[in-house]
């Protein structure tokens, strides 16, 4: 799940540029002690929260909030969710039979509710109309021919199908972030170029096909990134990644600490 909305620009040269610099990627042993000091600080997450019941709902519920939550916070998302539920528009047929109008003031919480009323409306036709109706059938198979089939319908970008591949059918993917370009800039661990598909398949080589640690993972640097690293005034003096991180330590005026 993205609650992240855009990556604004943030205050250091590389943020600015949008770059990372050419370097070799983190170890896994770094990796490991970023993700033991986030699973600390935070707890174990376990991504994704639903209100539906049934398992089918429950996975069409996460595919509407990955789509919802685009640029915007997830509180955003859950209002809409909250709407949907109420009205009793929680299912592709009732999705596609909503008006756009109609579906679009449901939405309205979660923010350019016009294009994601029209967003909606594509995921559910082509589920109604691809795969007679079953967000089953859409998200079987593999991550790779799952991942491929959202990235057909209109409106699904990497992130949102990476969300709904990682939650939703439980595949081992890496949902890459504006938090995560923002951590692993500040930390100095870019894994190479501020692309998606960079940071994804990187991650992706490193953590290994566990959907668990995925989904921790992912859900980890988001909250980190809400509660700790936010892009203004970052909370370093209380970050158990001080002791790694360049930018943290700049901030503080403290010795660059040690990378690996
Ligand atoms: S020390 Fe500061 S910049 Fe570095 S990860 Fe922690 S909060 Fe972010």
């Known amino acids: 799940m993205s609650t992240s909305g855009r990556l604004q620009p943030g205050r250091t040269g590389r943020e600015r540029r949008g770059v990372s610099p050419a370097r070799r990627p983190p170890s896994g042993r770094v990796l490991e002690a970023v993700y033991r000091a986030l699973l600390e600080t935070h707890g174990p997450q376990q991504w994704w929260p639903t209100a539906a019941e049934d398992p089918e709902t429950k996975r069409l519920e996460i595919c509407l909030g990955a789509i919802l939550t685009q640029n915007t916070s997830w509180r955003g998302a859950a209002a809409a969710l909250a709407r949907l539920h109420a ?102 661990l870019a894994p190479g170029e501020r692309r998606y598909d960079v940071y994804r398949r990187f991650f992706l080589d490193a953590i290994g096909p566990d959907v668990w640690r995925l989904n921790e993972w992912h859900a980890l ?40």
């Open 87 to 188: 009205a009793e528009v929680l299912s592709c047929a009732a999705i596609a039979e909503c008006s756009t109008d109609a579906l679009a003031d449901l939405v309205r919480p979660s923010g350019h509710f016009r294009v994601k009323a029209r967003k909606l409306q594509e995921f559910a036709r082509t589920v109604i109309e691809a795969y007679g109706g079953s967000v089953d059938a859409l998200l079987a198979g593999e991550a790779s021919e799952i991942r491929e089939r959202l990235l057909a319908i209109w409106g699904i970008g990497p992130e949102t199908a990476d969300a709904i591949t990682l939650y939703a059918a439980r595949r081992p993917t890496f949902v890459v972030d504006a938090y995560a370009y923002r951590l692993f800039e500040r930390l100095d």
């Open 221 to 260: 640097i988001v909250r980190h990134g809400q509660r700790v690293c936010r892009r203004l005034s970052p909370l370093c003096g209380e970050c158990a990644l001080l002791e790694r991180c360049v930018f943290g330590r700049a901030e503080l005026g403290l010795p660059r600490g040690a990378r690996a």
